[in-house]
């Protein structure tokens, strides 16, 4: 049962997340075979973020490099552990569009067609009933039955794009996908969004640096900076405000 603001249903919280990286600092090899405990080095990407999106709602995320875009909507899609704070999705089925994400790339286009599906929960039946369609969608011709690591980002995001437009979720996750690709598939793959989102009870969050496509496709706006939200509200508020701290 999704739950319940003024009336209105919830498809998406996030409640204090936190989320830190742990990498290795820039050193010799020579240094860090005899000083191992010093290698470690903390990057806080989200510092206790909080906030909600109504089902049916088109949310666009924006910030600088770095502010914890992409991580957010990993987070979301249940890439990335939370190392403080909840998700609740409130029994939403889930995608997430991101180039480089959910492709076994030794397996051939069509068996990634099935993989992918059957992570989002789809039965093979009802994965096979939709073949035929994200296929000829994805439009990359006898590269679907050759692995995915002979492909161009081009023909990947053709594929990612297809498989999560035809099999629709709940909540769409798109990171910057919609700018990748040729001429002809921007523009397909930007009406097939628009398609997708014109869906009252289909949420969508979007990660893009194209404020233009922010302001067209969103209809409510998060502001990132640092790991931490600045700003959430309709498009007309919020990049006016962006945009002069991008200046």
């Not at 191992?36 to 990407?45: D, I, Q, R």
């Not at 998700?87 to 030794?106: A, E, R």
């Not at 769409?172 to 001429?183: K, P, Q």
Request: hydrophobic share 40%; charged share 30%.
């Amino acid at each position: 049962m999704m739950k319940k603001k003024d009336d209105k249903n919830i498809a998406i919280t996030v409640k204090n997340l936190h989320i830190t990286y742990r990498g290795l600092k820039k050193t010799s090899i020579r240094a860090s075979w005899h000083k191992l405990g010093s290698k470690v080095e903390l990057f806080e990407a989200l510092k206790g973020v909080s906030f909600e999106v109504e089902e049916g709602k088109i949310l666009g995320i924006i910030g600088k490099n770095g502010s914890g875009k992409s991580t957010m909507l990993r987070a979301i899609a249940g890439i990335f552990s939370p190392d403080k704070g909840k998700i609740n999705l409130h029994g939403n089925t889930i995608s997430l569009l991101s180039i480089g994400v959910g492709f076994n790339k030794k397996l051939t286009g069509k068996e990634n067609i099935y993989l992918s599906g059957m992570l989002l929960g789809f039965s093979e039946e009802e994965i096979a009933s939709k073949e035929k369609d994200i296929i000829d969608f994805a439009d990359i011709g006898e590269f679907i039955d050759k692995p995915v690591k002979t492909y161009s980002s081009g023909m990947y995001s053709k594929l990612a794009f297809a498989i999560t437009a035809i099999l629709e979720t709940d909540i769409i996750l798109i990171d910057e996908v919609l700018s990748v690709g040729d001429a002809k598939f921007k523009e397909k793959s930007y009406n097939k969004m628009k398609e997708l989102i014109s869906d009252d009870h289909r949420t969508v969050i979007i990660v893009s640096h194209s404020l233009s496509t922010i302001a067209e496709l969103c209809n409510e706006v998060l502001w990132l900076n640092d790991g931490e939200v600045v700003m959430q509200g309709l498009p007309d508020e919020v990049l006016p405000k962006y945009e002069e701290f991008m200046k």
